[in-house]
């Protein structure tokens, strides 16, 4: 029976709790008892397994699931294609299907479909996708429209990928990889993100699988989803995962520290206190932030960090700081803020970062300042070392693209910089 005010929450076929709105809207969750005795997870540090509910005025779990939705004008033109309220459960109940993460949001009426349902994208429906920059929802009737939802404020659209053929999922079919496209003011940004990756991979740093494509002139980036695996039967399963907005607790709206989001510090706790291996995954992410600084990703917020659960050989639970994600050289972008998202000792302009700065974010994260200045140098280094083949290797591969001379550019300023002081 249907209810409009709940939404159940599921892992595969178990149900793992429901979301209830209260009159005002505000979205509460508990877990359901079966999940509790049956060994469940927690869906999120903020969210611990409990027989109680996290109730609606608490906030806590509105804004947990209000994590899992688009933003700004991506949000807009999804509320506008399907004609809904613009309220966050409307919006689960909507494209909750298919989420970041391995869970499925449905209405109380629906069950997770065993039958995994793709569309078939031919070269005319993958060219259309690119050019609506993945706006699905108004092409397809309402019965056929598949619930899709990714986070943030860019356009992209997740997609199924197999032996190159693109398919669009249907109904809570999980996906496999992510597009993001190319925008009015912004038409380098498929090409600025695949490049400042492929350069973070060139000096040692974990991130996402990322290539990219084109359709006639028009690029776009494709994403390989660290939240997803084929198994042995060749079918797409989900991996459980939380950014760090949701696993320290805050909302969407406050992942800029400057917003009053979490610091570089909080951060680098969350890591040392969650990781299965935090000695390996805190020294990454210190790297993370270093790059940022180095390469000019001024975006590097605390949705751009996330935890992956996984399982080891023995079947035990593990907790990893994931692969690096949404790493683009921002700075070479105008008209967006050239400062960090997260500051560096108190500093977000990278232009004047200094010695001193390093040794107070190395104090606040309890890092000997030798060390993290170590890390600085070494990385420093690296990035000098590897720019120029990372350009070439770039090139030799998609064709000559002038405008990387502007990454080029930064990055080998910043590297001076740095290197002086």
């Not at 232009?351 to 040794?359: G, N």
Request: aromatic fraction near 10%.
């Amino acid at each position: 029976m249907s209810d409009p005010d709940a939404l159940n929450v599921w892992h595969e076929q178990r149900l793992v709790g429901v979301l209830r709105r209260n009159p005002v809207g505000a979205v509460g969750f508990y877990y359901h008892p079966d999940w509790i005795k049956g060994g469940g997870f927690a869906v999120s540090r903020s969210l611990p397994l409990a027989a109680r509910g996290f109730a609606p005025e608490e906030g806590r779990a509105h804004r947990w699931f209000a994590n899992l939705l688009p933003e700004g004008s991506v949000r807009e033109r999804i509320v506008r294609d399907l004609k809904l309220p613009n309220t966050d459960f409307d919006l689960l109940r909507a494209i909750g299907g298919e989420c970041a993460g391995a869970l499925s949001i449905l209405p109380v009426d629906r069950q997770p479909s065993r039958a995994r349902q793709y569309y078939p994208l031919t070269e005319k429906d993958l060219a259309n996708l690119v050019a609506r920059r993945g706006g699905i929802y108004a092409a397809w009737p309402a019965d056929e429209r598949p619930r899709l939802s990714l986070a943030g404020a860019q356009d992209k659209c997740p997609v199924l990928v197999r032996d190159d053929q693109y398919f669009l999922p249907r109904g809570e079919a999980p996906s496999s990889h992510i597009l993001k496209f190319e925008l009015a003011d912004y038409r380098h940004l498929p090409a600025y993100e695949t490049f400042t990756a492929q350069l973070a991979a060139a000096i040692g740093l974990p991130v996402v699988d990322i290539t990219l494509g084109s359709i006639g002139p028009t690029r776009y980036a494709r994403i390989a989803r660290y939240d997803r695996l084929w198994d042995e039967d060749g079918e797409v399963r989900r991996l459980h995962q939380e950014d760090f907005c949701q696993a320290l607790g805050y909302g969407h709206e406050k992942k800029y520290q400057e917003d009053g989001g979490p610091s570089f510090a909080q951060c680098y706790r969350l890591v040392q206190e969650a990781s299965s291996e935090p000695a390996i995954d805190a020294q990454h992410l210190l790297r993370w932030q270093i790059f940022n600084v180095l390469a000019g990703n001024s975006d590097g917020h605390a949705k751009n960090l996330s935890l992956l659960h996984l399982t080891d050989d023995a079947n035990r639970p593990q907790t990893r700081l994931a692969p690096f994600y949404d790493l683009v050289c921002t700075r070479a972008i105008v008209r967006i803020d050239p400062y960090l998202a997260l500051d560096v000792g108190g500093e977000r302009n990278p232009s004047v970062i200094t010695s001193a700065h390093w040794e107070t974010l190395a104090r606040a994260c309890d890092v000997r300042p030798q060390f993290l200045g170590r890390l600085v140098r070494e990385s420093t280094a690296a990035l000098q070392e590897k720019l120029g083949p990372a350009r070439a290797a770039f090139e030799a591969r998609y064709g000559p693209y002038p405008a990387l001379q502007r990454i080029e550019r930064i990055v080998t300023t910043q590297c001076r910089r740095i290197a002086k002081r």
